[in-house]
């Protein structure tokens, strides 16, 4: 059972699923959902971040009050691994992208109201 043929790298680094079920350094087995082996503490694969509630809330806040960094954080958290850390990136974005529009139809309002305004304080003028 030693001869066995290794496992092609280059398919388990092209797969997400965590296949190696052996610490690459002291090839005991292991559980491919472990972090660390448990035998000589060698990281299987990277943590997914968790991240709390607070952050989140600030994240979200922040995504809503500046628009275009939030595209920033959201595709960073995207290239986290876990689900969570995706989760909260396709929120990040879907938020940057519903503040950005609502920005833009605040100010296009704005700006309407203002030109309307002008416009008719210039009209009063003429009209004099
Ligand atoms: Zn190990």
């Not at 496992?7 to 002291?26: M, W, Y």
């Not at 959902?33 to 971040?49: A, H, L, T």
């Not at 275009?68 to 995207?78: D, M, S």
């Amino acid at each position: 059972m030693e001869n066995e043929p290794p496992i092609s790298t280059a398919v388990l680094s092209s797969t997400n699923e965590p296949s190696p079920s052996q610490c690459p350094a002291c090839h005991v087995m292991i559980r491919p959902s472990d972090y660390f082996c448990f035998n000589c503490g060698k990281e299987i694969q990277e943590k997914p971040r968790v991240t709390s509630l607070l952050t989140q809330i600030v994240l979200y806040i922040g995504c809503l009050l500046l628009p275009p960094l939030g595209i920033i954080w959201g595709v960073r958290y995207l290239r986290y691994k876990g689900r969570q850390s995706k989760i909260i990136g396709i929120i990040a974005i879907v938020l940057t992208i519903i503040s950005l529009v609502v920005s833009i139809v605040i100010a296009k309002n704005f700006f309407d109201n203002l030109s309307k305004a002008v416009n008719e304080q210039y009209s009063k003028q003429l009209g004099f």
